[in-house]
Structures are given as structure tokens and as C-alpha cells.
């Protein structure tokens, strides 16, 4: 293959375009690589050199880029979201971009963003979407890969994006990078259904890392356990139902000491926390379509309330903790708590998540695959959990299933461990001691099977205040009624 034949093109070689580079020259596909900083080029073209697979061509223009291309070209942008993705399509179609051509957004963009692309440029090339989890080890050695767009380009697209992306076997366990096994790379549907898929996904990895903050915060305060003892309970629970990618590596965050002070590298670490707002784009969603989500809502505020570390400091001194000195805690007793709180806590969370995609995907007519997402998301991305196996499998025996928990494992695991999970939220609010993510993942499953709930009260407030009228229980839903409150005698009347 010449240097004039290249299978895909790769525009913006920072960390995640030259990583993404690498993986597919080192699966045997041929890449024109171009970015407006010629030394990202030339570093690359170098790293390309020394791993001596497929041919890189460095480009120094668009046109040169485009020429390189055996057609119908396929160009991938890796640049930041927002508008230079604007930017780099408005110069390439300047270059003399073709109908038949694809060019795929890798980047994080919202996914409104990319609706909105999708029917600008129709007609123009096939515009086409591919959110990259992982990070820059991921893009390197196997990412998770969410695809939406056109289904003729993802034939084209589809077989360098299931070599590239991480492999796991059979149970669902991640396979060494250049192994043969199931790819976590998948057609998700049209225009921004993969940015979306992408979106939530990150909403759940805010829940999931605030989730194990929290349990780590209550065993540092209450058990007065070290850093490197709870980094050992975190290994121990990384073998079981707990294991994942975040508690793998916070146990070795925890095991961590810092070279400097020689205490725990965590300890020295700064107690605010930073944010790139897809969190925030989840939560927002989520009270956009009417579908609660509230443990990812808490990530997200738990990260803002970390910022206000001056206030903190103000409130702890003047805010003082009364607290039930009668409290007894049984060491043992606690942390196995906090182990089934955090796995039903991480349960409720995927739940939101996955019952958030289901709404919103049928408000815009996509057709999810919701065991696919799950069967993607095993490896390669930052959420990789032994559990998405038994969630995958959950949607395959219920494609319809209109809530995670109420699938039949679920159910099982939530009636064993949901008494753990109210006793460690009772320490936690006993002690003093926040836990906004567990305790809201508790408060949406008692809400979730709280078949009566005061919302008929609350009707009745609105339609005291606001006359905006009531449905009774005795009469058909759709039928509207209004009562005088104000006036003597009352009369209830149909609306």
C-alpha cells in the first residue's frame, strides 16, 4: 500500500488523536495524520517509525491530507468540542470534501451539537460521530467505542473501530491489547445517539467515583482506618461483585504514599474536586426529560460543594455536629455494610443511567440497543465493571425492560443487601458523616417502589394555589377537576 492510499485520516494529534493513530497503525490500517502544530506531527511520524507496522503519512495541509486518501476518504477529527470542530469541517470541505466522503467526530461533543451537525452537512459527506472512552491508555491499546451516524458509513468505518477497540472473552473480562476476542466497539443509531450513550456514561462515571469517595470518607472519620487499610478493603472488593476499573485503581491510589511528605499520597492531595461538565450535561437531561437521576445529580453537586472549601472551613468550626454518643460500631459489621451499600448504590445509579438513555431515546426515535451499550462498556472505558456482564444479560432476556432493578438478578441482590445499605446510611446520618450519593441512590429505589407517594398532597397544593387541577383515583386519569377552595361551600367541578 503506498503512501497515496491511506485507509483513514486523523486530524488533531494531541494525546488522544496520536494514541488513536498508533492503535490503528499498529492493526494493519494506514493513516495520513495532519494538526496545526507541525511538532505533533513530526512526533508522531517518529513514534509511528519505531513501532514499524502500517505506513503514517505526515501531512503539512489539508489538501495533501485529502490526496493521501484512498476514496471515499474517511477522516476522524480528535480536536476539542465546540467550535473547532466547526472550524477544521468548514476548512476541509474548503479542501474539496466530497458527498461520499465520512468524517467522524471522535471528540466529546454534545450531543445536540452533533443532531445538529448531522442535518447541516447533509448532502455535503457523511457526517459521523464516534465518542472514545478510556482515556489515553484506552485510545492506545483498545478503547470502548460508541458510533452513530450513517449506516453506510459505519460499514465503512465499522471493521478499523472493531479491530482497534478493546477486547474482552467470553464472561465479559477484558482481554490483553492485540487479543482476538469480542470488540467493545458498536453501531449505536443514527446522528448523536453515540455522543448521547457517551454522555451518560460519563454521568454514571461521576456517581460511581462519588460513590466510592464516600465510602472511603466514612471508614477514614469513623474507623479512623489509614489510607493504605482501606486500599486493602478495596483490593479484597475488587474480587468480587465490586470489581471494576475505579475500584481497582483507587485501591491503588490509596496504597500510594507521597514521595515528598513519605504519608499517603491522598492525604496531600487537595479536597477539590474538578469538572469537565458532561456530568453536569447528564444532569440537566435527566430533569429535561422528566427522568430522575439524582445520585448522578449529587456527583455533580458533591463536586461543586467541594469547591467551596473556604465556606467548609467556616462551617465546620461554626456548624458543630451533635451526634449519638450511645452509637456502637462493630468494625466488621460496618465495612460489610458499606460494601452492599456501595453495590446497590452502584446498581441504582446504572439504573438511572440506563432509564435515562431508554427516555430519551425514544423522544428521538433511536433505536438503543441497551444489552449492546452494556456489553461495550465491559472494557476500555473508565465504568468497566464485572456487573455490566449481568446487565447485558438482563436487556438480552428483556429488551423491553423498563427499569434495571427490576430485573429478576437485581431483584435478588436488593432484597439480600438492602438492610446493609440502610444501616450504613443510618451511620453515616448518625455520625454526622456525608454520604449525598448513597443515601439519594436509597431514596430513589424507596421511591421506586413506593406504590403510594404524597404527590397527591402536592396536586392539591397546586391546585389551591395555581387552579391547575387534579385527577382522582375514582374517576379516569385524563379527567380534570378544580375545587373552590377559596369560596364557601367548596365546589368541585370537572375542567
Not at 171 to 187: D, T, V
Not at 261 to 285: F, Y
Not at 366 to 384: F, K
Request: proline residues 5%; aromatic residues 8%.
Amino acid at each position: 500500500m503506498t503512501s497515496t492510499q491511506c485507509n483513514i485520516a486523523m486530524i488533531g494529534l494531541g494525546v488522544m488523536g496520536r494514541n488513536l493513530t498508533l492503535n490503528l497503525l499498529e492493526h494493519g490500517f494506514a493513516v495520513a495524520g495532519y494538526d496545526l502544530q507541525a511538532s505533533l506531527v513530526q512526533q508522531t511520524k517518529q513514534q509511528a517509525k519505531q513501532l514499524a507496522k502500517a505506513p503514517f503519512t505526515a501531512c503539512e495541509s489539508l489538501p495533501q491530507l485529502l490526496a493521501a486518501l484512498a476514496s471515499p476518504r474517511v477522516i476522524a477529527l480528535s480536536v476539542p468540542a465546540g467550535k473547532p470542530v466547526d472550524a477544521v469541517i468548514a476548512a476541509l470541505l474548503a479542501a474539496g470534501l466530497e458527498p461520499q466522503d465520512t468524517v467522524i467526530d471522535t471528540g466529546n461533543s454534545l450531543w445536540t451539537d452533533t443532531l445538529a451537525r448531522d442535518k447541516q452537512f447533509q448532502g455535503q459527506f457523511q457526517f459521523f460521530s464516534t465518542a472514545v472512552s478510556g482515556g489515553e491508555e484506552g485510545a492506545r491499546h483498545g478503547p470502548a467505542l460508541m458510533a452513530s451516524g450513517s449506516a453506510a458509513a459505519w460499514h465503512q468505518v465499522g471493521p478499523m473501530w472493531t479491530a482497534i477497540a478493546a477486547q474482552v472473552d467470553s464472561a465479559g473480562q477484558p482481554l490483553p491489547p492485540l487479543s482476538q476476542g469480542e470488540a467493545c466497539a458498536a453501531y449505536l443509531g443514527p446522528d448523536g445517539a453515540g455522543h448521547y450513550v457517551k454522555m451518560v456514561h460519563n454521568g454514571i462515571e461521576y456517581a460511581d467515583m462519588q460513590l466510592i469517595c464516600e465510602v472511603y470518607h466514612f471508614l477514614s472519620l469513623q474507623l479512623t482506618m489509614s489510607a493504605a487499610e482501606i486500599g486493602e478493603i478495596f483490593a479484597n472488593w475488587n474480587q468480587g461483585v465490586l470489581n471494576s476499573y475505579l475500584m481497582e485503581i483507587s485501591a491503588d491510589i490509596l496504597q500510594q504514599q507521597d514521595p515528598d511528605s513519605d504519608r499517603p499520597l491522598v492525604e496531600m492531595i487537595l479536597d477539590k474536586a474538578g469538572q469537565k461538565g458532561t456530568g453536569l450535561w447528564t444532569a440537566v437531561n435527566s430533569l429535561e426529560v422528566a427522568s430522575p437521576a439524582p445520585t448522578i445529580a449529587q456527583a455533580v453537586f458533591a463536586r461543586a460543594m467541594s469547591g467551596m472549601k473556604s465556606l467548609r472551613v467556616q462551617a465546620a468550626s461554626s456548624l458543630p455536629l451533635v451526634a449519638d454518643d450511645a452509637q456502637t460500631l462493630n468494625k466488621a459489621e460496618l465495612i460489610a455494610q458499606l460494601h452492599d451499600a456501595l453495590y446497590c448504590a452502584k446498581l441504582c445509579t446504572y439504573a438511572q443511567g440506563f432509564a435515562l438513555m431508554k427516555t430519551t431515546a425514544a423522544g428521538q426515535g433511536w433505536p438503543l440497543d441497551y444489552a449492546v451499550i452494556a456489553r461495550i462498556w465491559r472494557a476500555g472505558c473508565i465504568i468497566r465493571a464485572i456487573f455490566l456482564q449481568d446487565i447485558s444479560r438482563a436487556f438480552e432476556q428483556q429488551p423491553a425492560l423498563e427499569n434495571l432493578l427490576l430485573a429478576d438478578h437485581f431483584r435478588t441482590q436488593l432484597t439480600e443487601r438492602q438492610l446493609n445499605w440502610r444501616k450504613a446510611v443510618a451511620s453515616a446520618s448518625l455520625a454526622g458523616v456525608a454520604m449525598p450519593g448513597i443515601s439519594s441512590a436509597l431514596q430513589y429505589f424507596d421511591t421506586l417502589r413506593s406504590e403510594v407517594l404524597p404527590a397527591n398532597l402536592l396536586q392539591a397544593q397546586r391546585d389551591y394555589f395555581g387552579a391547575h387541577s387534579y385527577s382522582r383515583i375514582d374517576q379516569p386519569e385524563a379527567d380534570a377537576f378544580h375545587l373552590s377552595w377559596g369560596q364557601s361551600p367548596r365546589v368541585q367541578r370537572k375542567v
